[in-house]
């Protein structure tokens, strides 16, 4: 049977090549994935205080352009503290892999069971990051001189004085699939659908569990819906002669997009309008 037999056009892409955009998009863009407060940031300060995590790899051009490693974040505010003051802080999103189904590029933790549902794909997220805490016996001293000081924009927040970084490692895993849905207007959209997430070994069980809800939550409800394509958009005239769309579900093309053989493939359809 061929590839084509129930559409048009056929593309696919291999999991090796998402992951290896991922890894040309790092290494270019790597402010996308460094954050860091003043002190941090190599767009501020001539000696920046290392990172918890740098980038393993920084294209040349980048820096022979002097286009920014880390990307520039203010102060952590200190709630019911009403100086001007705050904690610098740095994080970096150190490791991103897709792997699709079959299993075969990432290692699941046991509660997302052992092999890849089928249609679906798993994501591999490290966060690195670290508060930069100021050395106690100098707190006083900001309480009694800088508390309240209103000489400073309101707006604007200073990194206390620090010695050291608190540094951690968070590990994410993820399942997802592609789902065809309607939106509130009933349009046919496609979206991604989580199945299930797990952070790994983090202590108490009672932390772990809130934070894999506040991540879940914000996922479902704040960003996959941003995500969503409308169907009709992805349909398109060329020279006003073919309609090109993608192939609608049947009993022949039961997915579409589909993810198996660790590929992701469209099918699409030709017709005139």
Not at 90 to 116: C, M, Q
Not at 170 to 197: C, H, I, M, T, Y
């Amino acid at each position: 049977m061929a590839l084509t037999d129930f559409c048009d056009v056929l593309g696919s892409v291999h999991e090796d090549g998402f992951n290896r955009i991922i890894f040309h998009v790092m290494s270019q863009r790597p402010s996308l994935f460094n954050y860091g407060t003043q002190s941090f940031d190599y767009t501020f300060v001539q000696d920046p205080r290392p990172l918890c995590c740098p980038p393993e790899f920084v294209h040349p051009e980048v820096t022979k352009r002097r286009n920014p490693i880390v990307g520039h974040l203010e102060p952590l505010a200190l709630p019911g503290y009403k100086g001007n003051f705050g904690l610098e802080y740095n994080f970096a999103l150190t490791k991103l892999v897709i792997d699709l189904a079959p299993s075969n590029r990432i290692t699941l933790p046991p509660e997302l069971g052992a092999e890849l549902p089928p249609q679906s794909f798993a994501l591999q997220a490290v966060v690195c990051g670290g508060i930069a805490c100021p050395d106690p016996k100098i707190l006083n001293d900001y309480v009694i001189i800088y508390s309240g000081d209103k000489n400073v924009n309101d707006d604007e927040l200073i990194g206390l004085p620090f010695q050291e970084v608190h540094c951690f490692t968070l590990e994410l895993f993820a399942v997802l699939n592609f789902a065809r849905e309607e939106d509130s207007l009933g349009k046919q959209v496609l979206g991604l659908k989580l199945q299930n997430l797990e952070i790994s070994d983090i202590k108490p069980d009672g932390l772990e569990n809130s934070m894999e809800c506040f991540i879940r939550t914000t996922l479902i409800l704040g960003i996959f819906p941003e995500l969503r394509i409308a169907l009709s958009a992805l349909t398109f005239n060329i020279k006003d002669f073919i309609l090109v769309g993608p192939t609608p579900i049947s009993a022949q093309v039961p997915f579409n997009p589909s993810v198996e053989n660790d590929t992701l493939t469209v099918k699409l359809s030709l017709t005139t309008p």
